[in-house]
C-alpha cells in the first residue's frame, strides 16, 4: 500500500496578496515514486492531489496536478528538503491570478 504521512505545514505567501491561510493540515499516502493526498489550501478549502517523486541531490521533488484553485485541475510542483527528522522545508511556486503576479509559498512541515 505504501507510506501514510500525516503533516502540518506553517506558511508565509512571498510575493502574493490577499488573505491566505497559513495553516495546511494534509495526509499523504507515498509509493514508490507515486504520491496522493489531501491538505487545506491557502483559499481555506481541501486540495486533492496526486503525482510523482523525484529524489534529487538530497531534495524531495513532487509533482503532478491539484484540485481546490481558480481552475478545477492545475498543475503543481513543490520542493522539499529535509532539514531534521520529520522537519522540512517546502517551496512551493505560486501564481497570483487576481493582481497577475508570481510569487512563492515558504513553509515549514512537520510530519509523524
Known amino acids: ?59 524531495e521533488i513532487q509533482y503532478g496536478a491539484v484540485t481546490g484553485y481558480v481552475k478545477p485541475l492545475v498543475p503543481f510542483i513543490a520542493v522539499k528538503k529535509e532539514l531534521v527528522k520529520n522537519l522540512k522545508l517546502v517551496v512551493i511556486p505560486s501564481f497570483d491570478v487576481t493582481h497577475n503576479n508570481p ?5 515549514l512541515e512537520v510530519s509523524k
Not at 10 to 19: K, N
Not at 20 to 40: C, Q
Open 103 to 107: 510569487g512563492i509559498v515558504l513553509g
Open 1 to 59: 500500500m505504501g507510506e501514510v504521512v500525516v503533516a502540518l505545514m506553517v506558511s508565509a505567501h512571498i510575493g502574493l496578496s490577499g488573505d491566505f491561510n497559513n495553516i495546511h493540515p494534509s495526509i499523504m499516502i507515498k509509493n514508490n515514486e507515486y504520491v496522493a493526498g489531501v491538505y487545506r489550501n491557502s483559499y481555506y478549502k481541501p486540495s486533492y492531489y496526486g503525482g510523482l517523486i523525484k529524489e534529487y541531490n538530497g531534495f
